[in-house]
């Protein structure tokens, strides 16, 4: 059973460019959840995900962000215009209901 | 809201020494409480979770406590190797709002060898 996939596991993007980093939840999990970790700090929420639904996006900034988790394949983070503050590392987890949360490797968005 | 804090930010031991990282949560109201270690660049591998209704958790040479009355938690690692270098991540999920977990910024352990 393999783990939470993330790819690309790094990402350059310009400035005004769109990044999108995608996740596969493990076998059987249906509940996806988004968090980024920028350079010395903690890993901090951004959305939580079930198919097709976003049940909790409080963490996501207002604008450029958007998240989505379709019937069928990976979940998308999509960041429009992208800025050089966006530079961070992008952790998806899953997990089945409400349990433990496995999380992936992480997309490493590095903004020029 | 909740805030989640670890102490020291970084310790250096030598291998064969036990050891203890130390995190804090300023609302009791959790589900449950998750360790982490992170090494350099890579993703979280979950090391133990302990249900808010529980004590402590075992796993190998790892043994975390909970008292959630007085908000802390602490992960206990025997026996030190310097393959347990990385980052050492707790993080919270509380009983309100959606299932989601607040992190501390982590304990960054060297073992020297």
């Known amino acids: 059973n393999a783990g939470v996939m993330q790819n690309p596991r790094h990402l350059v993007r310009r400035r005004g460019q769109e990044a999108r980093l995608r996740c596969s939840p493990m076998k059987g999990h249906s509940h996806v959840y988004w968090y980024r970790q920028l350079p010395e700090e903690g890993l901090k929420f951004m959305v939580y995900l079930q198919k097709e639904n976003i049940i909790d996006e409080s963490g996501m900034p207002k604008e450029r962000f958007s998240a989505e988790f379709p019937k069928e394949g990976p979940s998308i983070l999509r960041i429009q215009q992208v800025v050089r503050g966006d530079s961070a590392a992008y952790f998806c987890?899953?997990?089945?209901?409400?349990?433990?949360?496995?999380f992936g490797p992480g997309t490493r968005l590095t903004v020029l | 809201k909740q805030e989640v804090t670890q102490i020291p930010a970084a310790l250096s031991v030598p291998e064969g020494e036990n050891l203890v990282l130390n995190c804090s949560f300023t609302?009791?109201?959790?589900?449950?409480l998750q360790w982490f270690r992170q090494d350099p660049g890579k993703g979280l591998t979950s090391l133990l979770l302990i249900q808010s209704s529980q004590r402590e958790q075992t796993s190998g040479r790892l043994n975390a406590s909970l008292d959630k009355s007085s908000g802390r938690s602490t992960l206990y690692i025997a026996a030190s190797q310097p393959g347990d270098s990385a980052t050492y991540l707790c993080a919270v999920r509380p009983v309100s709002g959606a299932n989601n977990l607040f992190f501390g910024t982590g304990t960054r352990l060297t073992v020297i060898p």
């Open positions: 609302d009791s109201a959790i589900y449950n």
């Open positions: 987890a899953s997990s089945l209901g409400v349990l433990e949360k496995f």
